[in-house]
């Protein structure tokens, strides 16, 4: 069965620094987003992306983050500078279509020392 | 501004007996609704979801849901639970106003612990 990969599955980091979170989507995917989840919360919304666009992003997705899909099949989050803030889990998810199921990477764990 | 409300964050239940997991949602137009499941150290995975129809939803593993609109709710049951069903249980939302958005609204999510 076709699954979302997400690498590293730990990323420790110290504050300042930046970090690059790798999502391998499923292969006929066309619609890709990052969620995250920091420890006790809910799980928020960062960004969708699709036709190498941006097509929605959350207020939390500020001029720290980037994404794009350098090689047509990662996709990535950039987190430039990072802030204790942002240590947390961070899903990918992907789907085949604007109303699709969305499908989910078993994250990455950030920690921002 | 929408949001989606699990009022339980752990329910302890006793192997083979029913259980139902909460969800409220707010919201000033339609939605369609999911519930997703964590098992440890995984990703989320789809449960079922109402896009519309039959309020009734049954989704895998044998569980179910209830959309009902005057109560905003969208309750989560299943009638015998099993240990291998101990797992985080994510309800969520998205908005249904022309396609203009399809992120995911989440719920804080709700630790089903299914004891022997």
């Known amino acids: 069965e076709p699954e979302v990969t997400q690498t590293p599955s730990h990323q420790v980091t110290q504050m300042g620094q930046e970090v690059i979170l790798r999502c391998v989507p499923i292969?006929?995917?066309?619609?890709f987003y990052w969620y995250r989840q920091i420890l006790g919360q809910k799980v928020e919304f960062l960004v969708s992306f699709y036709n190498n666009e941006i097509s929605e992003k959350s207020e939390i997705f500020d001029d720290q983050f980037s994404v794009e899909r350098p090689d047509g099949s990662n996709f990535t989050l950039k987190i430039r500078s990072t802030k204790l803030e942002d240590s947390a889990m961070y899903f990918c998810?992907?789907?085949?279509?604007?109303?699709?199921?969305?499908?989910f990477g078993p994250g990455t764990r950030l920690t921002v020392l | 501004a929408q949001s989606v409300t699990q009022l339980d964050s752990q329910v302890p239940v006793f192997e083979e007996a029913p259980v139902e997991l909460r969800c409220n949602y707010s919201?000033?137009?339609?939605?369609?609704l999911f519930w997703y499941v964590q098992y440890p150290n995984q990703g989320l995975q789809l449960l079922l979801k109402?896009?519309?129809?039959?309020?009734l939803v049954k989704g895998i593993n044998g569980f179910e849901a209830e959309f009902n609109k005057s109560q905003t709710s969208f309750h989560l049951r299943k009638p015998s639970v099993h240990i291998s069903d101990t797992a985080e249980y994510f309800c969520a939302v998205t908005l249904n106003y022309g396609g203009a958005t399809n992120k995911l609204i989440f719920g804080t999510g709700t630790l089903l612990a299914v004891q022997p």
């Open positions: 919201s000033s137009v339609s939605v369609y």
């Open positions: 998810a992907t789907s085949g279509g604007f109303f699709n199921e969305q499908f």
């Open positions: 109402y896009l519309s129809g039959s309020t």
């Open positions: 292969s006929n995917h066309l619609y």
